[in-house]
């Protein structure tokens, strides 16, 4: 059976938890600390009651955090729905909450 794509992440985390898995503007983290980032986020969804399935969106710049976020949505099975923060106003992403969207 073929691993989804969060699954395949997970078990490379834990098999290199020490490596360094990402570098951004010249911050580094390993896999453990990415891993246990994603599983956070992962667990945030699940006890604010959003449902597999429903689609969760990251307005972010890239960083550490976006990744893991990125990983944890799709843990929960959530679509991940990226939004480039660039073109993206505090009122475009406050529209989203009429279609049942919140800021967490």
């Not at 989804?4 to 834990?14: L, M, Q, W």
Request: hydrophobic share 40%.
């Amino acid at each position: 059976m073929m691993e989804r794509f969060h699954e395949y992440f997970e078990h490379g985390a834990i098999r290199l938890q020490y490596k360094i898995a990402l570098t951004v503007d010249g911050r580094s983290t390993t896999y453990r600390k990415l891993l246990d980032y994603t599983w956070t986020i992962a667990e945030t969804l699940y006890h604010l009651g959003v449902p597999a399935g429903a689609r969760v969106a990251i307005c972010s710049e890239m960083s550490m955090n976006a990744v893991a976020a990125a990983f944890g949505i799709l843990k929960t099975g959530c679509v991940l729905v990226c939004v480039q923060h660039m073109n993206s106003t505090v009122e475009h992403l406050h529209g989203w909450n009429g279609h049942h969207g919140r800021p967490l």
